[in-house]
């Protein structure tokens, strides 16, 4: 049996949904009312889970785990936004730099280049024996970091900064910095 909520019409009930007064009505949404978002989500009584939050370019938080060599900076945290599972932010390497190895334990990580040309390097012993394993990338590129995988990011580039965007799959950002990169056995896994 289908069941519906009361306060949301379904489509093929008779009328239509309850509009607001013209003077709360923006163009855009008509059927929203129209308030000062700004104002309202900084004046806001909501706790952090109950209401959209915007974090400015310019307000990024440098105050994350870190690994020598790049420089991350957090968007989306739990201390920040009150985020559950999922943490955001960007990483900065310089030119001619390498990252320490490390990994980001259980953490699952997505990562975007957004500039320059960063090259993300692990160890693979499918054939038998450990390679080093390097991944170059372009602006617009994407890399998935499975848990506990050791790697390293490096910016091959004389003279520009690479910069990407990453996401995980936790509140905060985990990292476990290593003295070398090993290959992930089965039992490495958490």
């Known amino acids: 049996m289908a069941t519906h909520t009361p306060s949301a019409p379904r489509p093929d009930e008779a009328g239509s949904a309850p509009s607001c007064p013209p003077a709360e009505r923006d163009a855009f949404h008509p059927d929203l009312p129209d308030h000062d978002h700004a104002r309202a989500a ?29 420089r991350r900076f957090a968007a989306i945290s739990g201390s920040s936004v009150g985020s559950e599972r999922i943490w955001m932010g960007q990483t900065h390497v310089a030119p001619s730099t390498a990252s320490s190895n490390h990994h980001h334990g259980a953490s699952e990580t ?34 998935f970091v499975p848990p506990y995988v050791p790697h390293r990011e490096e910016n091959p580039s004389p003279d520009d900064e690479a910069v990407v965007v990453i996401a995980r799959s936790t509140q905060e950002a985990i990292v476990v910095n290593l003295a070398e990169l090993y290959v992930l056995g089965e039992g490495d896994a958490g």
């Open 42 to 70: 900084e004046d806001s009584t909501l706790p952090l889970r109950a209401r959209l939050h915007h974090i400015r370019a310019d307000a990024l938080n440098g105050d994350t785990a870190q690994t020598g060599g790049m």
């Open 110 to 143: 997505a990562i975007h280049v957004v500039k320059g040309h960063p090259e993300f390097v692990f160890l693979d012993d499918s054939g038998g024996t450990p390679e080093e394993i390097r991944i170059r990338t372009s602006p617009g590129d994407y890399i």
